[in-house]
């Protein structure tokens, strides 16, 4: 039987400012901004919500990874039912274990890890209910994700594998190369590409939905970030930008059809 997809499911960023990620980010995406305190002894994490629910977490960088020189980013949770199974099979089949299966108080089961190219992220297993997935266009929520790699077959073959992806199709992009795209689940999808020169290592970027590109690049300039490209539209007719917040984490915009 095929496996069940293990799509991604909440986004963190990481930041060295937290006020005033919290202040960029809602200004610029629309999310509602809340702070969440039903774990007791956890660093101040505030929680952003579209008009339907949660989308992810804002959080002050931790003091190790800071220390490590890492810059602020968004990184992204796909959902297990088992955090120690998951992560136990990551590391088998290649993949690095970053930080082991810990509990979050009142949340849940996570782990830190990497695929065998070394794109970080983690796993989540919550202590509450399953939510159905919301249609992937829903504004404020992540519309596209997308994998930048030294490998694109390699990490396909570990996504589908481990998390039971399937392939979506290729796009040949001449000079860039092939663009694999691939679904986690009835309304999670995404592309997985070898990165540019400019891109150091693997890594995961995020499109978050808005309304209208042009307007939502006014506002990431307005609020003191770049547009590092676009606006430029892509096979689906829909349109991107991709930015950096004034901290210097990586996001990106998606828009419907002008």
């Known amino acids: 039987m095929p496996k069940s997809p293990q799509p991604f499911f909440w986004y963190e960023l990481m930041t060295t400012d937290l006020d005033a990620a919290e202040a960029f980010y809602t200004a610029v995406v629309g999310w509602k901004a809340e702070p969440f305190d039903k774990a007791p002894g956890m660093p101040r994490y505030i929680v952003v ?29 796909i959902y297990t039912q088992d955090v120690d199974a998951s992560t136990q099979a990551l590391k088998d089949a290649g993949g690095a274990v970053h930080r082991a299966p810990d509990d979050i108080p009142g949340v849940g ?18 202590n509450q209910p399953d939510q ?34 399937t392939s979506a199709g290729e796009f040949d992009m001449g000079e860039m190369g092939i663009y694999k795209t691939f679904g986690a689940g009835p309304e999670s999808g995404g592309g997985i590409m070898n990165k540019p020169p400019q891109i150091p290592v693997p890594v995961w970027q995020f499109y978050f939905n808005v309304d209208a590109i042009d307007a939502a690049a006014r506002r990431v300039t307005d609020n003191g970030g770049k547009v590092i490209m676009g606006p430029m539209d892509v096979p689906s007719g829909q349109w991107i930008i991709q ?10 915009l998606l828009a419907p059809a002008r």
Do not use: I
């Open 109 to 126: 089961r996570f782990a830190v890890v990497a695929d065998p190219q070394g794109a970080a992220f983690m796993f989540l297993q919550p």
């Open 132 to 165: 159905p997935p919301v249609p992937a266009t829903t504004l404020g929520h992540v519309g596209w994700h997308e994998l930048y790699t030294s490998d694109w077959k390699a990490a396909f073959d570990f996504y589908s594998t481990q998390f039971g992806w």
């Open 243 to 252: 930015c950096q917040d004034p901290q210097g984490a990586h996001f990106a």
């Open 49 to 77: 919500n579209s008009a339907v629910r949660g989308v992810g977490g804002l959080m002050t960088m931790p003091e190790e990874p800071a220390k490590m020189g890492m810059p602020p980013a968004w990184m992204g949770y």
